[in-house]
């Protein structure tokens, strides 16, 4: 049955009936007739705020903090978008964020680690100051819960989740305060048993070959998440802070991929079978100290992080040509190992008439080693070769903020300086070998034009480095004819960015203008010689585009509304790829919580965007609903219902023409779900004399 029309109606009515309620909503009056001696406000708080294009999620009290994972966690807010891979994040007309944990910058891998149950508020930024690394036009900044109060607190979370198979996620999360010192215990156990296909059709002209492949997966999976940290609150104002994470995880997975292949008049029919087990290890820990310097009123922050990933992929592979029978064709023995440390020292100095100065350095280290070793039954062949890479980073900055009359502003400068290296060990000579340095301007204008509307303009430099996979040879094979590589010559990309946002109310309009130099994207290399094509990454030509971005949160009496519309423009353009033609699409995102009556909250929200042309790439349309119900039962026991991607349309759709080769792919994510959450907490809270103005002074330390 097709339900588009169906699911278009629904998201028609609810965002009509969104902007009639905003309607009814009286505008609060201007800063002419707003001067009070005293104003009570009773307001309930949102879970969705808005402020200047950037949006901000209370996690810890509402129904996001019954998510089993931080990675879904992540799917359900404006914008925020995850590949099909489950392996990157990216934000509508921004491309890939910066991670920041409680201060600290993070990675993928360190949300794989984090406890939802952990997590206190959720920030989109989409105008990031020089404070941040240059690598990247928008931040998702993390806070994790501290206590206020001498306290002892207990959470114990089972989500059933239904899916194709089932899945079950088991989480403890404790923590205890004690006058100046807290600490912090999580252990999570889940079992999720995750299913995935995709299809992919292509031609090489040139070759004269056509063939498509159907692969499906199905994984058994086993994942142990752990967490503990230490918060000493020496005075008030300076802190400590101990913190380590981890994930482990385990997988066994068959792989089954049916294949056609015609290669000029020869035709084949390939059944692939293989047999798969994998372990993916990460660990990452960090110590953070602040202190007000008084002498010369000036806050000091230091940060020390050191994380570890390693991956073990083993693989038996067997083919069954034309239904004849199954024949050995690899075993392949993949491992990957990757250490980072880095260390940050900030500085913070007010002056008088609201002028701030922060300052600070940077450095961090990479070293990587891949090890490949796979056995060619059909050449009767060992191939095997380690590759090591390298990786400083070393940067500067400082920005200068305040306010004269009504205009706010920032203005910052970073310096990064980058030094990589890479090489086989049985060469002598590097493969990679790169020392650049890159200055990257940033500056933001805000003019207050009464008090509740104001205009703001951004500029702002910046860099996106190639993720630490990259760097990884392991390959994934899917039939005699294709293979999923890495590539490890990818460069750096140059973003240059420029925006101006009307913010009236909690509500903004946003309009930027991007260009970005050496995007990474997809590419197909065909060889000839064993006729086997690579998908793998590139560096292409140039990317650009503009969008204008609406943020439309609101409430009425028991509904609370976040609407969020952006009118994208991209232009992707490369010498090796065919350009088609680049027109604006529309993504949109809507969630609506109702809090009703006896402690019941539902939320309805659905997601989508129109189809994409982009120049080189071309993607479909999609449109995603998901509800929820929560009930808090009693003081102590939290229940609630999830029902998503209920039309079951998370498939994604690309078409794309480069090195001569057409192709066209479809990706099927198994995001029809229906999980039950239960959380059940106990423990003690009880006044303290002890007072403070923030447990955590990270949370506004990075903006």
């Known amino acids: 049955m097709n339900y588009l029309p169906l699911k278009l109606l629904i998201a028609i009515l609810l965002f009509c009936l969104s902007f009639f309620a905003n309607a009814q909503n009286e505008?609060?009056?201007?800063?002419?007739?707003?001067?009070?001696?005293?104003?009570?406000?009773?307001?309930?708080?949102?879970?969705?705020?808005?402020?200047?294009?950037?949006?901000?999620?209370?996690?810890?009290?509402?129904?996001?903090?019954?998510?089993?994972?931080?990675?879904?966690?992540?799917?359900?807010?404006?914008?925020?978008?995850?590949?099909?891979?489950?392996?990157?994040?990216s934000v509508v007309g921004k491309g890939n964020p910066l991670i920041y944990i409680d201060g600290q910058k993070g990675s993928i891998n360190d949300l794989n680690a984090l406890s939802v149950a952990d997590i206190k508020t959720i920030e989109i930024i989409k105008n990031p100051s020089s404070k941040y690394e240059a690598e990247g036009r928008a931040v998702i900044l993390i806070t994790r819960k501290w206590s206020k109060k001498d306290s002892f607190k207990t959470e114990i979370s089972e989500v059933a989740s239904f899916k194709k198979n089932y899945n079950n996620y088991l989480g403890f999360n404790s923590s205890f305060k004690k006058d100046k010192l807290e600490w912090k215990a999580n252990f999570n156990y889940n079992r999720r048993n995750p299913?995935?296909?995709?299809?992919?059709?292509?031609?090489?002209?040139?070759?004269?070959?056509?063939?498509?492949?159907d692969v499906t997966a199905v994984s058994k999976v086993k994942d142990y998440i752990f967490g503990a940290s230490l918060f000493y609150k020496i005075n008030e104002d300076d802190y400590l802070s101990l913190n380590i994470n981890g994930k482990m995880r385990n997988d066994t997975f068959d792989i089954n991929t049916f294949t056609f292949n015609q290669n000029q008049n020869e035709i084949n029919n390939v059944f692939t079978f293989s047999e798969n087990s994998s372990s993916k290890n990460f660990i990452n820990s960090f110590i953070n100290y602040s202190k007000k310097i008084k002498a010369i009123d000036t806050k000091l922050f230091i940060g020390f992080q050191g994380s570890?990933?390693?991956?073990?992929?083993?693989?038996?592979?067997?083919?069954?040509?034309?239904?004849?029978?199954?024949?050995?064709?690899?075993?392949?023995?993949?491992?990957?190992n990757v250490d980072v440390f880095s260390g940050r020292i900030d500085l913070e100095k007010k002056f008088k008439n609201d002028l701030n100065w922060e300052y600070g350095a940077l450095y961090s280290a990479a070293k990587s080693k891949s090890n490949y070793d796979v056995f060619d039954y059909e050449e009767n062949q060992n191939i095997t070769f380690e590759y090591y890479f390298k990786?400083?980073?070393?940067?500067?900055?400082?920005?200068?903020?305040?306010?004269?009359?009504?205009?706010?502003?920032?203005?910052?400068?970073?310096?990064?300086?980058?030094?990589?290296?890479?090489?086989?060990?049985?060469?002598?000579?590097?493969?990679?070998?790169?020392?650049?340095?890159?200055?990257?301007?940033?500056?933001?204008?805000?003019?207050?034009?009464?008090?509740?509307?104001?205009?703001?303009?951004?500029?702002?430099?910046?860099?996106?480095?190639?993720?630490?996979?990259?760097?990884?040879?392991?390959?994934?094979?899917?039939?005699?004819?294709?293979?999923?590589?890495?590539?490890?010559?990818?460069?750096?990309?140059?973003?240059?960015?420029?925006?101006?946002?009307?913010?009236?109310?909690?509500?903004?309009?946003?309009l930027t203008f991007y260009e970005n130099k050496n995007p990474i994207y997809q590419e197909f290399i065909f060889d000839k010689g064993t006729n086997v094509m690579t998908f793998t990454s590139k560096n292409f030509k140039k990317e650009s585009g503009y969008n204008i971005e609406f943020t439309l949160p609101f409430?009425?009496?028991?509904?609370?509304?976040?609407?969020?519309?952006?009118?994208?423009?991209?232009?992707?353009?490369d010498d090796s790829a065919l350009f088609n033609s680049s027109k604006t699409y529309l993504y949109y995102y809507s969630n609506n919580t109702f809090n009703l009556p006896k402690d019941f909250t539902f939320v309805l929200?659905?997601?989508?965007?129109?189809?994409?042309?982009?120049?080189?790439?071309?993607?479909?349309?999609?449109?995603?609903?998901?509800?929820?119900?929560?009930?808090?039962?009693?003081?102590?026991?939290?229940?609630?219902?999830?029902?998503?991607?209920?039309?079951?349309?998370?498939?994604?759709?690309?078409?794309?023409?480069?090195?001569?080769?057409?192709s066209r792919a479809r990706y099927l994510v198994d995001a029809n779900e229906i999980s039950i959450a239960v959380r059940y907490s106990f423990g003690k809270v009880k006044d303290s004399e002890f007072k403070q103005k923030s447990v955590n002074e990270s949370e506004n330390r990075i903006r």
């Open 308 to 336: 570890n990933y390693n991956q073990h992929l083993l693989s038996l592979v067997q083919n069954n040509f034309n239904e004849t029978d199954f024949e050995l064709s690899q075993n392949r023995d993949q491992k990957f």
């Open 27 to 89: 505008p609060p009056k201007d800063s002419i007739s707003n001067e009070l001696n005293e104003v009570v406000i009773n307001q309930e708080k949102k879970t969705i705020t808005n402020s200047n294009g950037n949006i901000k999620v209370d996690v810890a009290n509402s129904v996001y903090s019954t998510i089993p994972n931080a990675i879904d966690l992540l799917s359900k807010l404006p914008t925020v978008q995850i590949s099909s891979d489950r392996e990157s994040i």
């Open 605 to 662: 929200s659905f997601w989508g965007s129109t189809k994409q042309k982009e120049g080189v790439f071309e993607r479909g349309a999609m449109l995603i609903f998901d509800l929820s119900l929560a009930k808090k039962i009693s003081k102590n026991w939290n229940c609630t219902l999830n029902y998503n991607d209920i039309f079951k349309n998370t498939i994604y759709t690309e078409r794309f023409t480069i090195n001569t080769i057409n």
């Open 195 to 213: 299913w995935e296909n995709h299809s992919i059709e292509y031609k090489i002209p040139q070759a004269n070959i056509v063939s498509d492949y």
């Open 555 to 573: 409430k009425y009496k028991f509904w609370e509304n976040t609407n969020s519309l952006i009118f994208a423009t991209n232009k992707v353009e």
């Open 391 to 510: 990786e400083a980073n070393t940067a500067a900055y400082s920005q200068f903020s305040g306010k004269i009359k009504k205009v706010n502003f920032s203005v910052g400068l970073r310096v990064e300086n980058t030094n990589v290296s890479g090489k086989y060990s049985n060469e002598s000579d590097n493969l990679v070998d790169k020392n650049y340095t890159n200055l990257f301007p940033k500056a933001q204008f805000s003019f207050s034009l009464d008090s509740t509307k104001s205009i703001n303009v951004d500029y702002s430099k910046s860099i996106s480095r190639p993720n630490y996979s990259s760097l990884s040879m392991i390959a994934t094979y899917i039939n005699p004819y294709f293979i999923y590589g890495n590539n490890i010559n990818l460069g750096p990309t140059f973003m240059d960015v420029l925006s101006t946002t009307f913010e009236y109310q909690d509500k903004s309009v946003k």
